[in-house]
């Protein structure tokens, strides 16, 4: 499902990590102050100018709905304060923001970075096997899902039919994916011992890279003081 967001050149992975993490912080100083939504327009734009145009664009709706929804339960809960709701706007944007990266990096991208910056193995491979297990759990259930409709099982909310014709066979396809699994890694003699190892496609930082970091580790810092600025004076 996630595939769908992947570019075809990603920042650098631990780059777009770093991008993520501090997207999300800028927004949570910056959010009481008109810097927050300046620096949050600022970062999207900046995703959008470095490749990230298609991702931006597809996550707009969810990005909508998901703000306009909680916008307006935060409006009511606190009475109509508007100052209030447009600052959790901004925390509640910045989220979404920082989801971009992440989620336009192929996760084996990020796995041949670590691997090429003597991560242990045991650390790759797990976080390998976890960032691809999303996916596979979301194709899984919709597999099981469309046999259940097959069958005319379609109400899930029924005890019987959720826990004979959705958990088991859901836990047993889940059951064989891991011996699936564990064999692949066997197969090609993992070990978690140091030894001689190749990385098929090494992950080099770019001149692009470079220049993507400058200009938004710049909104980054200048959102920060500014938004230090106005809260102090």
Known sequence: MTDRFYVSEPLYPLLSVLTSLLTFIGALVTAETVYGIVFLVGVYLLLCAFGYLKSCVKILPFFA?????????????????????????????????????????????????????????????????????????????????????????????????FYRAFLIPLTVRLVNISDTLALSVETRAFISEKADYTVYKPVSLKTRDVIFSVIFFALFILGIFFAVLEVGA
């Open 65 to 161: 709905v998901y703000l306009s929804l909680l916008s307006a339960i935060f409006y009511f809960a606190s009475s109509g304060d508007a100052e209030f709701t447009l600052q959790m706007a901004v925390r509640l944007g910045g989220v979404v923001i920082a989801v971009i990266p992440g989620l336009s990096l192929p996760p084996v991208s990020l796995m041949r970075n670590l691997t090429q910056l003597n991560c242990h193995r045991y650390i790759t491979l797990g976080m390998l096997i976890t960032l691809s297990f999303i996916p596979v759990l979301t194709a899984e259930i919709n597999q099981v899902r469309g046999a259940m409709k097959t069958r005319g099982a379609a109400n899930i909310l029924k005890p019987q039919i």
